[in-house]
């Protein structure tokens, strides 16, 4: 029963984003600027004269390009269908609908998540093979490997986690607000992680002061998403890969688990 009630729901929300004029606009805006970045990186290497039927030479450069575009722009994506999936319930006043059924709160709340998540990456998904045929064609060889496919995966952990935040900023302001904290979130993130990734321990109280403090915090508590982002280009380019696999995926899951848990309590402790 709960199973059918947990189908029903992820898929009320990706038909509730399909018959939203947004998600057309974003297909046909994701499609643009795919084709818009893979004719800017094929311009910039035409300018310095370097062909990009060379691989060696330019391929990795060019190909990082494109993908550093395609990420961006899947970060901005995540927020948006994220702060728009419950948030757009409430701004309906259909939240009310789906509480009169034989729901839980939390069930509601991690169905919206997951459909969401479908939604999203699915698109990056397209747009991900389209950037590699767009590639392959300017190269003249098709580069797929193993790699793509792990690099896929984290950017899925990576997509997950943006929609993540967005759903649990917007229960406390609105979209505007909600996507200001989501990018002042990732930015501390990235701080954070780039300050006591490479610290060892006995270090991280030198030189001690509130942002330090605030740093550690956050590097402790939240998901590292540079790391996992950083995990993905390895995948990507077959990078050697430097950090404690065992510590980082462990770290993810608990941090993980506690924001989910945050987000099925304020889904409960709300008052509608």
Request: with cysteine; aromatic share 18%.
């Amino acid at each position: 029963m709960r199973a059918t009630q947990y189908k029903t729901m992820i898929l009320d929300t990706i038909n509730k984003e399909i018959r939203s004029k947004m998600l057309l606009f974003i297909f046909i805006f994701s499609t643009l600027i795919i084709l818009f970045s893979n004719g800017l990186v094929k311009m910039f290497f035409s300018s310095m004269n370097v062909g990009t039927n060379s691989p060696g030479n330019s391929g990795p450069l060019l190909l990082s390009m494109m993908f550093g575009f395609l990420n961006f722009w899947s970060v901005i994506i995540s927020t948006i269908f994220g702060v728009n999936s419950i948030r757009s319930d409430f701004t309906q006043n259909i939240i009310y609908q789906y509480l009169a059924m034989p729901i839980k709160r939390s069930d509601y709340y991690f169905s919206r998540l997951i459909g969401t998540w479908i939604i999203v990456y699915t698109f990056y998904l397209y747009a991900y093979l389209a950037s590699l045929i767009l590639f392959s064609m300017a190269t003249s060889s098709w580069v797929a490997h193993s790699g793509h496919l792990l690099s896929a995966i984290m950017m899925g952990l990576f997509i997950f986690l943006c929609i993540l935040f967005s759903t649990l900023y917007s229960f406390f302001g609105n979209r505007m607000g909600a996507l200001l904290l989501v990018g002042t979130s990732w930015l501390l993130i990235t701080l954070s992680n780039s300050t006591f990734r490479d610290l060892p321990v006995k270090e991280y109280f030198v030189n001690f002061s509130l942002p330090r403090l605030l740093g550690m915090i956050i590097y402790t508590l939240l998901p590292r998403l540079g790391n996992i982002s950083e995990l993905a280009n390895s995948f990507l380019f077959q990078k050697e890969i430097t950090m404690n696999l065992w510590i980082e995926f462990s770290h993810l899951i608990i941090t993980t688990s506690f924001l989910l848990w945050a987000g099925s309590y304020f889904i409960k402790k709300k008052d509608f």
